[in-house]
């Protein structure tokens, strides 16, 4: 028994129509493109009112509307807010209160990171080593130092007297996002 050919791109049906209705252009025009490319006639819709019209108009064969539960027009960008910055998750980037950005190296936004999820808490200098470097590295415990130095210059108003990222002495650090004074400690 010998299988049926499997049809080539473009094999579509020539007069097949599809109507894409979606507001994220970008993805409208990825699907367009794909379902061109296999032979179908394809108009696209930004939103419900244009696709009835389109609808009415056209009468594909196919209408894909695309609907996606919870999100709004904008999804959330995933990331840390305080004190006016935002710290995103995805692009490593700071968008800071005064209204600059900055880019994150590895190893600083790692540390951010690690603080952020572990907020008003006290964190060894080793678990941040352990946590950012691995097992597999040896940096001194004072390399950590220069790193959360850094994160101050960029986030505090005031580097000389943190409100954010305080250190504990002898033991690690300690991240406030709604801002504590050093003394307090």
Same mark, same amino acid.
């Given at each position: 028994?010998?299988? /049926? %050919?499997? &049809?080539?791109?473009?094999?579509?049906?020539?007069?097949?129509?599809? #109507?894409?209705?979606?507001?994220?252009?970008? #993805? /409208?025009?990825?699907? $367009?493109?794909?379902?061109?490319?296999?032979?179908?006639?394809? +108009?696209?819709?930004?939103?419900?009112?244009?696709?009835?019209?389109?609808?009415?108009?056209?009468?594909?064969?196919?209408? $894909?509307?695309?609907?996606?539960? !919870?999100?709004?027009?904008?999804? %959330?960008?995933?990331?840390?807010?305080?004190?006016?910055?935002?710290?995103?998750?995805?692009?490593?980037?700071?968008? #800071? $209160?005064?209204?600059?950005?900055?880019?994150?190296?590895?190893?600083?936004?790692?540390?951010?990171?690690?603080?952020?999820?572990?907020?008003?808490?006290?964190?060894?200098?080793?678990?941040? #080593?352990?946590?950012?470097?691995?097992?597999? $590295?040896? %940096? +001194?415990?004072?390399?950590?130092?220069?790193?959360?130095?850094?994160?101050?210059?960029?986030?505090? &108003?005031?580097?000389?007297? &943190?409100?954010?990222?305080?250190?504990?002495? !002898?033991?690690?650090?300690?991240?406030? %996002?709604?801002?504590?004074?050093?003394?307090?400690?």
């Amino acid at each position: 028994m010998t299988a /049926a %050919p499997r &049809p080539s791109r473009g094999a579509a049906r020539a007069d097949a129509r599809v #109507l894409i209705v979606e507001d994220e252009s970008a #993805l /409208a025009d990825v699907l $367009a493109d794909n379902l061109r490319d296999e032979g179908l006639a394809v +108009s696209t819709a930004g939103d419900g009112t244009a696709g009835e019209r389109l609808w009415a108009e056209e009468r594909p064969d196919l209408k $894909a509307l695309l609907r996606r539960r !919870g999100w709004s027009k904008e999804a %959330p960008r995933a990331g840390f807010h305080f004190a006016g910055h935002f710290v995103d998750y995805r692009s490593w980037t700071a968008e #800071l $209160a005064g209204g600059g950005r900055e880019p994150l190296g590895e190893r600083e936004f790692r540390i951010f990171r690690v603080l952020a999820e572990r907020q008003g808490e006290v964190v060894s200098r080793d678990d941040i #080593l352990d946590a950012v470097w691995g097992d597999d $590295a040896f %940096p +001194s415990s004072r390399t950590v130092d220069n790193f959360v130095l850094r994160l101050r210059k960029l986030f505090e &108003p005031d580097p000389s007297a &943190p409100r954010y990222f305080h250190t504990v002495w !002898g033991v690690g650090y300690r991240f406030t %996002p709604d801002g504590e004074a050093e003394e307090t400690l």
